[in-house]
Nanobody, 122 residues
């Protein structure tokens, strides 16, 4: 089981990035998935979750209306479209799987991907 996140980089405030997380070794459509982030000196926080069927999504308040999570089960890939980025969005972003959507909401994760770093500065 492997999860590999990519797409990070440096962007100016107000800019956009799309993160991708490629899953291998298992079928993505068996799991809920989510994105988390951790800034230096801070605890890892949950950003967004999406259910197996794509019927439910969750966003933490600070990213609502700016970030969009989506998944392509055929490609075994989950995406996080990030718009209107702010300096406070700078962090290392991680993708993860959970057995159930409610688990992701609760921060219960069964597999983590390697992080990808986002820097937001002018």
């Amino acid at each position: 089981v492997q999860l590999q996140a990519y797409g990070g980089g440096r962007v100016q405030p107000g800019g956009s990035l799309r993160l991708s997380c490629a899953f291998s070794g298992f079928r993505l459509d068996y799991y809920a998935t989510g994105w988390f982030r951790q800034a230096p000196g801070k605890e890892r926080e949950k950003i967004s979750c999406i259910s197996l069927s794509d019927s439910e999504t969750y966003y933490t308040d600070s990213v609502k209306g700016r970030f969009t999570i989506s998944r392509d089960n055929a490609k075994n890939t989950v995406y996080l479209q990030m718009n209107s980025l702010k300096p406070e969005d700078a962090a290392t972003y991680y993708c993860a799987t959970s057995q159930f959507y409610i688990d992701c909401i609760g921060g219960i994760v069964n597999a983590w991907g390697q992080g990808t770093q986002i820097t937001v500065s002018s």
